[in-house]
């Protein structure tokens, strides 16, 4: 009974009654508590009122000014206000300096290395057109210098010292069509005097590799001769007096090169072709007449063909063998018989002739001259009577 009455639905709901009531009771006072706090808040904010009102009141002045203007309605000056007093200005704060950061030097470095590219480009680009005695003239040489080290086939760097050749005839043209005629301009020597260069070096590569292979590039050299004579030729009028003997020159050298290519190619089917000597335009032609391999006479003289097997005497028999017969009884020896004696045969040999021997033998040719090997990196002149740079 007693555990029945403990949790009773009856019971609980008694308690939670009594809860109800003590938290309304408690919230009461909370809001008592907090009124009274809100009230001394405001009575606080009345007396600052108060206290403002009362600071605010005009004076026996203010109050006498006030009057005057009611009475006579015209406006009465105020007297001068106070100046304030000056107030001393604070001092500002020392400001400590911090450390300075200075420019980086991998910045520094990068944009340098970017302006000088920049200014080298821009360069290249403007000394395309550079005519001999321009100022930009060295630049485009330096180009053509770095194309050249950069070429590693002999082949087509002789092409390209050619190409350069004939290049500096160009310029030479259009250098007398923008200097007066007769007059004298440093850039016609350095035109002169930089296709001497290239020709020769081209030449020298070339008939080296035209001499040790089947000869086109003596044809090549002897077609650029042609060329390049018939250019000196149209140039020479408008040259002035003291370049003529330049031009001249370099005639001379175009029309030295046109032969020896063709006196290299005459000899390209003979025995030898170059004599083992060289000059400043490459191998000389071998002196003498021209022996064709093909036709060398053996100078060992013949030697005799034995004779045939059949053309050999045959040995004669002596006589054919004792014939013994044997018999039971006593033993007859019988007469030999009497054979007629025949005539031996009188055979002639046959004159056989030998075969003639061949007279022209033809043996591989070995090279006149053994060429040296080519370095395995040659950079040419950067700059005009400086020397050419070869590693290997």
Not at 20 to 43: C, I, K, M, S
Not at 104 to 110: E, K, N, Q, S
Not at 126 to 139: F, H, M, N, V
């Amino acid at each position: 009974m007693s555990g029945f009455h403990r949790f009773s639905p009856r019971r609980a709901e008694h308690e939670r009654f009594a809860r109800a009531v003590d938290a309304a009771e408690r919230d009461r006072a909370r809001e008592e508590t907090t009124g009274a706090e809100e009230f001394g808040a405001e009575l606080a904010v009345v007396f600052a009122l108060r206290g403002l009102g009362a600071a605010a009141e005009p004076d026996e002045q203010a109050r006498a000014r006030m009057a005057s203007r009611i009475r006579t309605g015209e406006p009465v000056e105020d007297p001068p206000a106070p100046e304030p007093e000056p107030r001393p200005e604070p001092e500002p704060a020392a400001r400590v300096p911090g450390p300075r950061r200075g420019p980086r030097p991998g910045a520094v470095l990068a944009g340098a290395c970017c302006l000088l590219l920049a200014l080298v480009g821009f360069g290249l680009v403007l000394s395309r057109d550079a005519l001999p005695g321009d100022t930009l003239y060295e630049l485009k040489r330096a180009r053509e210098a770095v194309n050249l080290g950069l070429t590693f086939d002999e082949e087509a760097r002789g092409h390209l010292h050619l190409e350069h050749a004939a290049g500096r005839l160009a310029e030479l043209a259009r250098l007398t069509e923008r200097t007066a005629p007769g007059a004298a301009h440093p850039g016609y020597r350095t035109a002169l005097a930089d296709f001497e260069a290239d020709a020769r070096a081209g030449v020298t590569r070339l008939v080296t590799l035209g001499t040790g292979s089947a000869g086109t590039q003596l044809d090549e050299l002897r077609s650029w001769a042609r060329a390049q004579a018939d250019r000196l030729a149209g140039l020479r009028a408008a040259l002035p007096a003291e370049t003529v003997p330049h031009g001249d020159a370099s005639a001379q050298l175009v029309r030295r090169i046109g032969e020896r290519a063709t006196a290299l190619a005459g000899r390209m089917g003979c025995n030898r072709i170059t004599s083992g000597r060289t000059d400043e335009l490459g191998a000389l032609p071998a002196p003498g007449p021209c022996a064709s391999p093909d036709r060398r006479v053996d100078r060992d003289p013949p030697r005799a063909a034995d004779p045939p097997e059949s053309a050999r005497t045959p040995e004669r028999d002596t006589g054919p063998p004792a014939v013994r017969l044997a018999t039971r009884h006593a033993p007859v020896r019988p007469e030999p018989p009497t054979t007629p004696e025949l005539p031996a045969p009188t055979i002639e040999p046959t004159r056989v002739h030998p075969a003639p021997l061949p007279t022209d033998i033809s043996r591989p040719r070995l090279p006149d001259s053994i060429p040296e090997p080519p370095a395995l990196l040659e950079v040419p002149p950067v700059l005009p009577g400086l020397p050419e740079v070869r590693i290997g």
